[in-house]
């Protein structure tokens, strides 16, 4: 069964400029949460979406924002990019949601710089 | 509001050393308690996790975790360390109350001295 694939693995951006990363969950995996990965702060929980239903949001501003499909492929996007927003950003999946005990299979990550 | 307390962001032990990595939440309710580890430039794979049942739990590559309530902590440990423990260990929990957004720990970074 293949992992969790994220892409690109590597992007470099502008401060001002907008970038859209890709999460292709597990087959079968309906659930996808997104999470960005600083040394400073660590990791941080953007937005969770379930059958294309974003349910749970962490404490980010508005230009950070996600969906998903039907097939449960999801992106994220970040508008007027910030040196701050220089991340490794992981996605990961699980098959429910709503469940304590669900275990999440990560990918390895797209690390964004900004310029 | 919860929180997870790991503390040290860096142990180092020797080789085949006892390896101990602390994690200490806040929770009113009982919690679903996790550990992940990453490896240099992968995601996070995870290593073992409690919900109910036993509060000694057993995880992948030998290492194992107890669940103690009354002192509101889920320590990590390994008996003997090898070279390819080296990564970053995250302690996480999710709860009822909060919807079960699972809530990280800072890391620890565990350093292996040959």
């Known amino acids: ?67 998903q499909f039907s097939n449960s492929r999801s992106e994220m996007n970040v508008s007027t990019l910030e040196l701050g927003d220089s991340a490794l950003y992981l996605c990961a999946s699980s098959r429910q949601t709503g469940f304590g005990g669900e275990k999440l299979f990560f990918g390895s990550g797209t690390q964004l710089s900004v310029l | 509001a919860q929180s997870v307390t790991q503390l040290g962001s860096h142990v180092s032990v020797s080789e085949g050393a006892l390896v101990l990595l602390r994690c200490n939440y806040s929770s009113s309710v009982p919690p679903y308690l996790f550990w992940y580890v990453q490896y240099p430039n992968q ?59 699972l809530i990280w720990g800072a890391g620890t970074k565990l350093i292996i001295k040959p």
């Open chain 1, 1 to 67: 069964k293949a992992g969790v694939t994220q892409t690109p693995r590597y992007l470099i951006k502008t401060r001002g400029q907008q970038v859209t990363l890709s999460c292709s969950p597990i087959s079968g995996h309906r659930s996808v949460s997104w999470y960005q990965q600083t040394p400073g702060q660590g990791l941080q929980f953007l937005f969770e979406y379930f059958s294309e239903t974003q349910r749970n949001k962490g404490n980010f501003p508005g230009r950070f924002s996600g969906r």
């Open chain 2, 43 to 101: 995601g996070l794979q995870l290593l073992l996790k409690y919900t109910t049942g036993a509060t000694l739990v057993k995880g992948i590559n030998g290492f194992e975790a107890e669940f103690k309530k009354s002192e509101t902590s889920f320590h990590l440990t390994k008996p003997s360390a090898h070279m390819s423990d080296a990564a970053e260990y995250f302690c996480a929990v999710s709860e009822r109350d909060s919807n079960y957004q």
